[in-house]
């Protein structure tokens, strides 16, 4: 027999076959044959293993080693790493999966513990194809003591008193409904399922057709028997073939069995029951214009009186309710109106089924006793926003319904709040939006939606909706108009009123909460062109230039990258942002949140590309720019806001002064962030190369207030900027605060940024256990710093790390250098041993409801009260202003926070017109770029004035370089995630204020440039 | 087929629930495919042929496939539960042809829950 | 409401087969004396047919002793009903608010492009329809399209030439 060195096992099971073992097999041999190992290593088709979802498994014989998940391009690898260098190819090794790992029971999981399950109370249980499975779950129960034990009054009673309200959107008392119908006389009457759930991103009627006809079925028997009908039609969409598939076969079930049809059950009461279809139009799922339909003709509705109940299907008193009504009346009437109406709030009793569809990691069919919390079904059943987004608003109740924006997701959803908040309840679709939702793209597109439903009856409604949808189109494509909001709110009015359906009647309702709640969005539109959501694509050029407060150019510079004119890069980059290299660094990039690459793996690293422009561009050398102007501008405080304003004012001809406090300029970029994020000799050179270069005079060591008197500025400048920032931190307002020991983290990296000789020589010390409390970048930053000056850190946070407001990279590079993060604690005081801190205490937090800005708050655990022994504590918990130096006489008011009040009608204006504000100093604490915008406008804005006062034209910019910018896009794009940024070791880093991030090579740089779509491109 | 009775409601509830309980020998495992239109579009399909296929191949006869409607999580589907004698109820969700092959292999025919696809149990 | 072609030119006895013809008349038969017979009817025959030219509506009319107008408004009333012929494969795109919150739009575009049709067109070799609907509550799976009875879900503009590509 021949000896073989190795066998090759290859899986020949179905599943194996079907992900491509064959080829792999064949690839093998090929492989095999072509290093020459054919007579050493045997391949063998073996039977399966049972390991179906990793195939194509292999496993390799006299190792063991099982190779799974093997792709015809590995093929020549797996083959020489292991035949020719004998080694294991790790990548391709079968993992063993954690067959320990627990797996939760239903009632630790929220999506299904908090549901209570009525009318899904089957779902997934039974085979709807099954009758006797549906009578196994006491299917049929309610409608044969309906039919053996009830009179028709007792069976209307029983439903009025259980409170149950139409389920189709209206919310009208079923009982009263059935009440009506059967107090009116006559021989002939109608008992009538609407089926026709058209909201877009509403199927819970079509899942209950589908899971549990029978429940629909009993439902209607019983209300026949109440108003005394003998026929009954399930108007159903076509769309829902399967549906009506089902609900056929259950027809045909009960049928046979005598649940339906002649005599049922023995007791004399007769109902047939057809399904009628639909043919696809909306407004058919309005009752008169259902009824119409059913009679064979154009779906349109009919006014109203008379009530269906007195004249509904071919004149005949008829009762309409919605498929989930139906579904619950068999229990309700089985186990008695108290067991329904216990559930629910005051009036609106039992439970609602929602559709949760959109931006909701859970999506499916919810239901929950009505009251439970918006909050409760998006984030706890619902599992919360994907991808780390923000919720919006949720929007219920489809193209009749409104929104219920982040504010209120607290409110028990019921009937009344929901009207209350102007949405409703509808057929319960939910549909989550996350921050990257338009609120006038979603008005527009539910009337567009409107718009196209209208059956035209109604004039206001045909034209109407039409006449809104063109405003609305023109809104998103930045054509619109002062007045637009006002017409549209007219409109709307008149629309709601002079409709016979509810189709008109409630069309305008999602353009009227969209304006009740984001009026700012539409006037961003409208004034601004601005779309904040970043959707309305005729408004910008991309989504990352639109996002940015500064409008970068980032196509350009990306595209630049890629043809390797990194020297344009700069130029184009520049134009828009004074310091590039900082923000290249630690610029909380919001434009790469709204990324379009996002959809295919991950957004560009325009971060990391800016920077690697800054690292390798040639500076264009820059000359002073003349003086043309008379006028002469101070600006208080030099930090990003503040050079910025004295670039642009220098670039547009005025002589400008900048009075900086400390020794060098740069504010919170040269004192707060320290240098291993931001190299000081980097801040440096680009605040000489771009601001003070151009003849901007920069006076450090000069506090105005101190070493220049307030007065004395006022009298030499003729305009004044006021960019202090927020270099003061908040107290925590906790016992032991003025203990020695304790820090505010401004103070402390301002302290250590000042005299980083002594700190790192030892001369100051921090203490060995340090906690840091707060979770934004100030706490990261202190807490990084204080672990690189040896002492032992522990970050305590109050809510959970997702909540955190530092960036997630900052928080990622602090735990690999050591940080420790103590989540769901807040601190209560502060202990001592003879004046020096000892000790911290905490309490443990939980959460409660949901604050304002959509996340939870939290609350204190009693008696979660412990101590962590520190000796050193540094809040960072907020920061404000400085405004001492402010004299009280000034004109200049203040607000409660400490920041500057705004004069009417400015975004920089001060309440003393000859006072401008920027920067955190007038928003409280906020990112670099921020800082930066706040300078452009104040320029802007200064400029303006003095033009205006002066009688002058406005100010053109002169031409620029035209910096012509290639356009080369791939055809394809294939999926290739982020180039990494080479970083220092976490170990290299722990005692050392290096730079962390090392910069892309040219290589990396070209090829992630190269992942650029290039969105502002114009494709004709 | 005949006709029934308030009494035959009761009579059928009885049978259905004998028939439908697991025992030793004739109906050890029950396994159910959400087939409600989500999980169809998700692929519960084929999930079903697979299942299918490699019963037939297994030549198991103690094991019942049902179907029924939508499982209420649209976004795990396609949905499967398998419940054995005597153990709760496993779900599992977004299966795939190949992952319905190997649980039938592993659990159903083997007992080791696939915990990895699985969602909940209960 | 969408608009619909006229065409009344169409010759039925080249469009369809006579057993189509046939079956025409004994779906009218079937439905004859039933109140609220027109919509089923209208239903049934495009079942059969996959299109409802003019001079089928007047047969049906004829059938139902309907006024052809009646029979002309109920058709074109509701976007069921289609009076042009269809390709092979009805690609039916939702736009309904969860798949268009999760990038239906992008989906739509690009079909168009693939195919170079507008929406309710049907391309010159009579392979595809494109349609758009609103949502068939295959939300959880946004954005979907429909290829037939075939639902596609979880679309990325990039698949689309591959999920087209599988019907010929």
């Known amino acids: 027999m021949k000896a073989f060195r190795s066998h090759f096992l290859i899986c020949g099971g179905t599943g194996c076959h079907a992900s491509g073992a064959v080829k792999v097999k064949q690839l093998l041999q090929e492989e095999i044959d072509k290093i020459g190992f054919s007579d050493q290593v045997k391949l063998v088709e073996t039977g399966c293993n049972g390991f179906c979802a990793m195939g194509p498994i292999m496993v390799v014989y006299p190792e063991g080693v099982i190779y799974m998940s093997i792709k015809p391009e590995d093929v020549p690898e797996l083959v020489h790493e292991h035949l020719v260098k004998g080694r294991v190819l790790e990548r391709l090794l079968y993992k063993e999966p954690m067959t320990e790992q627990r797996i939760p029971t239903m009632d630790e999981i929220p999506f299904f513990a908090l549901q209570k399950l009525i009318v899904l109370k089957n779902r997934g249980k039974i085979d709807p194809e099954n009758i006797d499975e549906a009578i196994a779950r006491d299917g049929y129960a309610g409608m044969a003591k309906a039919l053996t034990e009830m009179k028709p009054d007792e069976i209307v009673k029983e439903i009025i008193d259980s409170g149950l309200r139409g389920r189709g959107g209206g919310g009208f008392p079923t009982g009263l409904k059935w009440k009506f119908c059967a107090q009116t006389p006559g021989d002939v009457k109608y008992i009538l399922c609407n089926a026709d759930e058209g909201d877009p991103g509403a199927f819970m009627d079509r899942s209950v057709l589908e899971g549990d006809p029978h429940a629909v079925i009993e439902g209607m028997v019983i209300a026949a028997k109440a108003i005394g009908a003998h026929q009954g039609y399930i108007y159903c969409r076509a769309e829902y073939p399967l549906a009506i598939h089902r609900m056929q076969i259950a027809l045909d079930q009960a049928k046979e069995y005598g649940l339906l049809g002649k005599d049922i059950l023995g007791t004399g009461f007769d109902l047939e029951i057809e399904i009628y279809q639909g043919a696809g139009a909306f407004v058919c799922g309005e009752e008169t214009a259902l009824m119409t339909s059913i009679e064979g003709k154009r779906g349109m509705p009919r006014p109203r009186p008379p009530f269906p109940a007195v004249s509904g299907l071919w004149g005949k008193p008829s009762v309409l309710n919605n498929v989930e009504t139906f579904a619950s009346v068999g229990q309700i009437i089985a186990n008695g109106a108290s067991w329904y109406n216990a559930i629910g709030t005051e009036k609106s009793k039992g439970t609602k089924v929602f559709a949760l569809t959109g931006d909701v990691n859970n999506v499916g069919l919810v239901e929950v006793p009505m009251g439970t919390t918006l909050g409760q079904i998006v984030y706890d059943i619902g599992g919360g926003i994907p991808n780390g987004k923000k919720f919006k608003a949720a929007q219920l109740g489809g193209p009749s319904g409104g929104m219920i924006p982040i504010d209120y997701l607290n409110t028990p959803v019921d009937f009344e709040k929901v009207v209350e908040l102007g949405a409703i309840m509808g057929s319960g679709g939910l549909i989550v939006l996350n921050e990257d939702k338009c609120a006038v793209d979603i008005a527009r597109f539910f009337m567009d939606f409107c718009q196209e439903e209208s059956c035209g009856k109604c004039t206001p409604c045909r034209e109407g909706t039409k006449r809104m949808l063109e405003i609305l189109t023109n809104i998103t494509q930045g054509k619109g108009r002062e007045g637009d909001i006002e017409l549209l709110e007219e409109m709307a009015v008149v629309i709601k009123n002079s409709s016979l359906c509810g189709l008109g009647q409630t069309a305008p309702n999602p353009v009227l909460s969209t304006i009740r709640y984001f009026r700012d969005e539409y006037e961003a539109h409208i004034r601004d062109k601005r779309c904040k959501a970043v959707v309305c694509s005729p408004l910008f050029k991309s989504p990352c230039q639109h996002t940015c407060p500064v409008e970068m150019d980032v196509p350009a510079y990306i595209a630049l990258i890629r043809a390797e004119r990194f020297a344009d890069a700069y130029k184009i980059m520049i134009k828009t942002n004074p310091f590039p290299s900082v923000c290249g660094r630690v610029c909380d990039h919001k434009c790469q949140s709204k990324c379009r690459r996002a959809g295919l793996d991950e957004p560009l690293a325009v971060k990391f590309l800016k920077r690697f422009i800054t690292d390798n561009a040639p500076r264009p050398q820059t000359v002073p720019a003349p003086v043309t102007r008379k006028e002469k501008i101070a600006v208080v405080g030099g930090g990003p806001a503040g050079l910025t304003a004295a670039r642009d004012l220098a670039l547009r001809g005025y002589k400008t002064t900048v009075f900086e406090e400390l020794s060098e300029a740069g504010g919170m970029l040269r004192w707060g962030i320290p240098a291993y994020r931001l190299p000081r000799n980097i801040l440096a050179g680009e605040i000489q190369d771009n601001v003070a270069a151009l003849g901007v005079e920069i006076k450090c060591n000069t506090r105005v207030g101190k070493d220049i008197s307030f007065e004395k500025v006022d009298k030499e400048f003729d305009y004044i900027y006021l960019a202090v920032g927020a270099h003061k931190s908040q107290p925590m307002g906790i016992q032991g605060e003025d203990l020695k020991g304790v820090f505010g983290s401004v103070e402390f990296l301002r302290d250590f940024c000042t005299d980083e000789e002594a700190w790192l020589s030892g001369k100051k010390i921090l203490g060995t256990r340090v906690a840091v409390v707060g979770g934004g970048n100030s706490a990261i930053d202190a807490a990084r710093v204080a672990q690189r000056l040896g002492a032992d850190v522990t970050i305590l946070y109050r809510r959970e790390r997702k909540d955190m407001p530092a960036e997630e990279e900052e928080i990622l590079a602090a735990e690999e250098e050591g940080v420790r993060i103590e989540y769901l604690v807040a601190p209560t005081r502060i202990t001592d041993k003879n004046g020096k801190v000892n000790g911290i205490a905490c309490e443990r937090m939980k959460f409660g409801e949901f604050d304002r800005s959509g996340r939870k708050k939290p609350v204190v655990i009693p008696g979660s009260e412990f101590t962590l022994n520190v000796d050193t504590v540094i809040s960072a918990i907020g920061q404000a202003p400085d405004m001492t130096f402010i004299p009280k006489d000034s004109g200049l008011d203040i607000s409660k926070w400490s920041t500057f009040v705004l004069g009417k009608g400015s975004k920089s204006q001060t309440t003393n017109p000859k006072y401008f504000a920027g920067g955190d100093a007038l928003t409280g604490p906020d990112t670099v770029i921020g800082a930066i915008a706040s300078g452009h406008l104040a320029a802007k804005d200064i400029d303006s004035h003095i033009r205006e006062i002066n009688g002058e034209p406005a100010y053109v910019e002169p031409a620029a370089e035209k910096i012509d910018i290639p356009f080369i896009i791939d055809e394809e794009s294939e999926e290739e995630p982020q180039a990494k940024m080479p970083e220092l070791h976490a170990k290299d880093r722990k005692r050392s204020f290096r730079e962390v991030e090392l910069g892309y090579k040219k290589k990396a740089a070209v090829m992630e440039a190269c992942r650029c779509l290039r969105c502002d491109a114009e494709v004709s | 087929m005949p006709k029934i009775s308030v009494a035959d409601l009761k009579k059928i509830k009885e049978r259905v629930r004998e028939d439908n309980s697991l025992r030793e020998g004739s109906q050890r495992v029950k396994i159910t495919v959400h087939m409600g239109t989500c999980g169809v579009a998700a692929g519960a399909r084929t999930v079903m042929d697979s299942l299918m296929g490699e019963i037939t191949e297994a030549k198991v006869t103690d094991v019942v496939v049902t179907t029924s409607g939508c499982a209420g999580m649209c976004s795990k589907e396609p949905m499967v539960t398998i419940e054995m004698l005597g153990q709760e109820p496993v779900l599992y969700g977004k299966m795939d042809a190949n992952m319905m092959r190997q649980v039938f292999k592993r659990h159903v025919l083997l007992g080791e829950v696939q915990s990895s696809f699985a969602i909940a149990k209960g | ?168």
């Open chain 3, 1 to 168: 409401m969408k608009a619909k072609a006229r065409n009344a030119d169409i010759d039925i006895s080249k469009e369809f087969t006579p057993e189509q013809l046939k079956k025409v008349d004994k779906i009218i038969e079937k439905f004859k004396d039933r109140p609220g017979a027109l919509i089923p009817v209208l239903e049934e025959a495009q079942m059969v047919l996959e299109f409802l030219p003019m001079p089928i509506l007047k047969i049906i009319a004829g059938g139902l002793n309907l006024p052809l107008s009646q029979v002309y408004g109920v058709v074109t009333f509701y976007s069921f009903f289609t009076m042009t012929p269809r390709g092979k494969y009805t690609v039916r795109v939702c736009l309904g608010t969860a798949c268009y919150v999760r990038g239906g739009k992008a989906i739509y575009d690009n079909i168009k492009k693939e195919l170079n049709v507008e929406e309710g067109e049907t391309t010159d070799d009579r392979m595809f329809t494109l349609e758009t609907v609103r949502c068939i509550g295959a939300c959880g799976l946004g954005p979907v399209i429909f290829v037939n009875d075939n639902v596609h879900g979880r679309l990325k503009p990039a698949k689309i030439k591959d999920v087209l590509s599988k019907y010929n």
